[in-house]
C-alpha cells in the first residue's frame, strides 16, 4: 500500500531525517519520502503490520505533527 501523510513542523535536513527514521524503524514500513518544503511524506507500507494511525502516533512522539 501506499499512503500520503501531510506533516506540520518539518522545517529542515534533520526533520526529513527524524522522520524518515521513526517511520523506517516500524515493521511492515518498506519506504519512506519525505518533501520537507512541501510537508508531505509518501509511505509505502504493508497494512496486515502497520496502520496509519500507528504511524501519525510515531511521527507525534518526534514532535510534529500529523495531519489528517
Known amino acids: 500500500m501506499q499512503l500520503t ?3 506540520n513542523g518539518m522545517t529542515c535536513d534533520h526533520c526529513e531525517k ?3 527514521d521513526v517511520l523506517n524503524a516500524l515493521e ?3 519506504g519512506v519520502d519525505v518533501d520537507v518544503s512541501s510537508g508531505k511524506v509518501d509511505v509505502t507500507y504493508d497494512e496486515s503490520y502497520v496502520s ?3 504511524m501519525k ?3 507525534k512522539a518526534q514532535g510534529y ?3 489528517g
Open 28 to 30: 511492515g514500513v518498506y
Open 18 to 20: 527524524a522522520v524518515k
Open 57 to 59: 502516533e510515531a511521527i
Open 52 to 54: 496509519k494511525d500507528l
Open 5 to 7: 501523510l501531510e506533516v
Open 65 to 67: 505533527q500529523p495531519v
